[in-house]
């Protein structure tokens, strides 16, 4: 059948399943929505309050669902608000595709009104971008585009489509999509074996979880193979969640803000299996250091990312779930009781601690794990509140925590909130924000609003930059520069101005009954809660040092 471009792009989106978008209209792309609201019956759009927090609600139903996230943006200015989220995206292999569109291909290259190279200036930042300039290939472009994001290690495609192709008329003809298939060609027996022989002679093994197995959907394998290895098992902030944060053998988070119990036993022990994880410089601290004492295995779907940040002595490139599959089969029952043992009772000696005289945030996070069983969606913006989320609220399943991790993205976490809740209504939604975070995305509380999304936006508001001042406070002889932010705003007012519902909270015997009333208005509501300017992640990793060289409070004293 004849089609115009406009209604080849809505087509190609019901083919592949796209239930919601999130965009924001302009002058370019206006072809695009008025065919939009021909089908909204059949997509959902969200209209954001800003470019970047439709990028972000895309990524954040991804992240929610491990389907493809959509967003749109007119030409110049309104693509480049994209870009912020679509590198949030990459860096954490999201699947996520953005349509913008651009000046008809006659005034390409001459300056012309909000023209802009949004494929050039997004091709570091993308799996791969197109610009379609001809519409006989526009229906094919948009296919790869979602092919590509979902294949192998997902990540961000970008489509720009010219203004005179979303007008243009060619034959367009439905094809059913088949589902994307796991990456399997890469695995080898051979490498299975050499990483079979390392981990039947272990005698102090360390599981390290990665993104890659929340992605891969990989969980129940992992649980097995854990099982049959017998050994104690840490995480990346990524990873959360793959690996049940109430199993007795969960020693906690690895790294710069991982607890004591982790960082130790993976300096202590002899192999260290890394299942989807990519070792990040927050993750390794000193990489020379890092791990010295083990040999080390790992499975990754990408190529690239084996011996790019450590060496390792083993590696099964792959989808990970299908690694795992075939090493369970052929793994036979380990027993290291008295290395979990050690580590477990390494854990029960060196706490995560705070201080519960006053509100804090890790107060503040336990509260909500207690009143949600865990049960709940958490988004985060990026700071001490982040690593807060991470430390003190367990994880039990996949895609319960969505954050920033590769690209610390501040202004991240609300619009990725209104995705997730926007893919999976039936859970709670909470982002948890810092109240410098919430000065960057706090217009997207009008969004939820303006379309009932019932996420809880809880701030701890500490009247600073809290991270940055931490390393001001510890390394930088307590010179705060441009990181006070005490100048009176009251986001209270501002989310009635906009609004939601909101509260304040200053006092631990205030947050219970907050948090619950805040779970059963099913509404938006911001809750503010007030803590101490110099409040403090620990333990911490001293920059330049090894991760045993984690240091805590006491430490401090």
């Given at each position: 059948?004849?089609?115009?471009?406009s209604?080849?792009?809505?087509?190609?989106?019901?083919?592949?399943?796209?239930?919601t978008?999130?965009?924001y209209p302009?002058?370019t792309?206006?072809?695009?929505?008025?065919?939009?609201?021909?089908?909204?019956?059949?997509?959902?759009?969200i209209?954001t309050?800003h470019?970047?927090?439709a990028?972000?609600?895309?990524?954040?139903?991804?992240?929610?669902?491990?389907r493809?996230?959509?967003?749109?943006?007119?030409?110049?200015p309104?693509?480049?608000n994209?870009?912020t989220?679509?590198?949030?995206a990459?860096?954490?292999?999201?699947?996520?595709?953005?349509?913008?569109?651009?000046v008809?291909?006659?005034?390409?290259?001459?300056?012309?009104f909000?023209?802009?190279?949004?494929?050039?200036i997004?091709?570091?930042?993308?799996?791969?971008?197109?610009?379609?300039?001809n519409?006989?290939?526009?229906?094919?472009?948009?296919r790869?585009?979602?092919?590509?994001?979902q294949?192998?290690r997902?990540?961000?495609?970008l489509?720009?489509?010219?203004?005179?192709?979303?007008a243009?008329?060619?034959?367009?003809?439905?094809?059913?999509i088949m589902?994307?298939?796991?990456?399997?060609d890469?695995?080898?027996?051979?490498?299975?074996?050499?990483?079979?022989?390392?981990?039947?002679?272990?005698?102090?093994?360390m599981?390290?979880?990665?993104g890659?197995?929340?992605?891969?959907?990989?969980?129940?394998?992992?649980?097995q193979?854990?099982?049959l290895?017998?050994?104690?098992?840490?995480?990346?902030?990524m990873?959360?969640g793959?690996?049940?944060?109430?199993?007795?053998?969960?020693?906690?988070m690895?790294?710069?803000?991982?607890?004591?119990?982790?960082?130790y036993?993976?300096?202590?022990?002899?192999?260290?299996?890394t299942?989807?994880?990519?070792f990040?410089?927050r993750?390794?601290?000193?990489?020379?250091k890092?791990?010295?004492?083990?040999?080390i295995v790992?499975?990754?779907v990408?190529?690239?990312?084996?011996?790019?940040n450590?060496?390792?002595?083993?590696?099964?490139?792959?989808d990970?779930?299908?690694i795992?599959?075939?090493?369970?089969?052929?793994?036979?029952?380990?027993?290291h009781?008295e290395?979990?043992?050690?580590?477990?009772?390494?854990?029960?000696d060196?706490?995560?601690?705070?201080?519960?005289?006053v509100?804090?945030?890790?107060?503040?996070?336990?509260?909500?794990?207690?009143i949600?069983?865990?049960?709940?969606?958490?988004?985060?913006?990026?700071?001490?509140?982040?690593?807060w989320?991470?430390?003190?609220?367990?994880y039990?399943?996949?895609?319960?925590?969505?954050?920033s991790?590769g690209?610390?993205?501040?202004?991240?976490?609300?619009?990725?909130?209104?995705?997730?809740?926007?893919?999976v209504?039936?859970?709670?939604?909470?982002?948890?924000?810092g109240?410098?975070?919430?000065?960057?995305?706090?217009?997207?509380?009008?969004?939820?609003?303006?379309?009932?999304?019932?996420?809880?936006?809880i701030v701890m508001?500490?009247?600073?930059?809290?991270?940055?001042?931490?390393?001001?406070?510890l390394?930088?002889?307590?010179?705060?520069?441009?990181?006070?932010?005490?100048?009176?705003?009251d986001?209270?007012?501002l989310?009635?101005?906009?609004?939601?519902?909101?509260?304040r909270v200053?006092?631990?015997e205030?947050v219970?009954?907050?948090?619950?009333?805040?779970?059963?208005?099913?509404?938006?509501v911001l809750?503010?809660?007030?803590?101490?300017?110099?409040d403090?992640?620990?333990?911490?990793?001293?920059p330049?040092?090894a991760?045993?060289?984690?240091?805590s409070?006491?430490?401090m004293?």
């Amino acid at each position: 059948m004849q089609l115009n471009g406009s209604e080849i792009i809505i087509e190609c989106l019901k083919e592949q399943g796209v239930d919601t978008v999130f965009g924001y209209p302009g002058g370019t792309i206006l072809n695009v929505y008025d065919e939009l609201y021909k089908h909204s019956d059949e997509i959902k759009h969200i209209l954001t309050s800003h470019e970047q927090g439709a990028a972000h609600a895309a990524d954040g139903y991804a992240r929610a669902t491990g389907r493809v996230g959509v967003c749109m943006a007119t030409s110049g200015p309104g693509a480049t608000n994209l870009v912020t989220g679509i590198a949030t995206a990459y860096m954490d292999s999201v699947p996520l595709v953005a349509i913008t569109a651009n000046v008809a291909v006659p005034l390409l290259g001459k300056d012309s009104f909000q023209e802009i190279d949004i494929a050039g200036i997004t091709m570091p930042i993308t799996k791969y971008s197109f610009i379609v300039k001809n519409i006989e290939e526009l229906a094919s472009t948009i296919r790869r585009a979602f092919q590509i994001a979902q294949t192998g290690r997902p990540g961000p495609v970008l489509v720009d489509v010219t203004k005179d192709v979303t007008a243009a008329v060619t034959e367009y003809e439905k094809q059913e999509i088949m589902p994307v298939s796991r990456s399997t060609d890469k695995i080898k027996e051979e490498d299975i074996d050499a990483a079979l022989a390392l981990i039947c002679s272990a005698k102090k093994p360390m599981v390290f979880v990665g993104g890659g197995t929340v992605i891969s959907g990989a969980s129940e394998e992992l649980k097995q193979f854990v099982d049959l290895l017998d050994a104690p098992v840490t995480d990346s902030l990524m990873g959360k969640g793959a690996f049940d944060g109430e199993d007795g053998r969960y020693v906690g988070m690895l790294g710069m803000h991982g607890t004591k119990a982790a960082n130790y036993s993976v300096t202590e022990c002899d192999l260290l299996v890394t299942v989807g994880a990519r070792f990040s410089d927050r993750v390794t601290g000193n990489a020379k250091k890092f791990a010295y004492n083990a040999k080390i295995v790992q499975f990754d779907v990408d190529a690239a990312e084996i011996n790019k940040n450590i060496k390792v002595n083993a590696s099964v490139i792959g989808d990970v779930k299908e690694i795992l599959t075939r090493v369970n089969a052929k793994l036979a029952q380990q027993d290291h009781a008295e290395w979990v043992k050690k580590v477990q009772a390494l854990a029960a000696d060196k706490p995560l601690t705070y201080h519960k005289d006053v509100l804090t945030g890790p107060f503040v996070m336990e509260k909500l794990y207690e009143i949600t069983k865990g049960d709940a969606i958490i988004s985060t913006e990026v700071g001490q509140h982040q690593m807060w989320a991470a430390q003190f609220y367990k994880y039990r399943k996949p895609r319960t925590l969505i954050t920033s991790g590769g690209l610390g993205t501040m202004g991240y976490g609300l619009g990725a909130s209104l995705g997730a809740k926007t893919a999976v209504p039936e859970k709670t939604v909470v982002n948890i924000a810092g109240d410098g975070c919430l000065r960057m995305n706090m217009n997207e509380l009008a969004t939820a609003v303006r379309y009932h999304i019932p996420v809880i936006e809880i701030v701890m508001n500490n009247s600073v930059l809290g991270m940055v001042r931490q390393w001001q406070t510890l390394f930088y002889g307590k010179r705060y520069s441009n990181t006070i932010l005490n100048d009176g705003v009251d986001f209270v007012k501002l989310a009635q101005a906009m609004g939601a519902e909101a509260f304040r909270v200053t006092k631990c015997e205030e947050v219970e009954e907050v948090l619950k009333k805040a779970i059963a208005l099913n509404k938006p509501v911001l809750i503010d809660c007030v803590i101490g300017s110099d409040d403090k992640v620990f333990p911490m990793v001293p920059p330049g040092a090894a991760i045993e060289d984690a240091f805590s409070e006491e430490d401090m004293k």
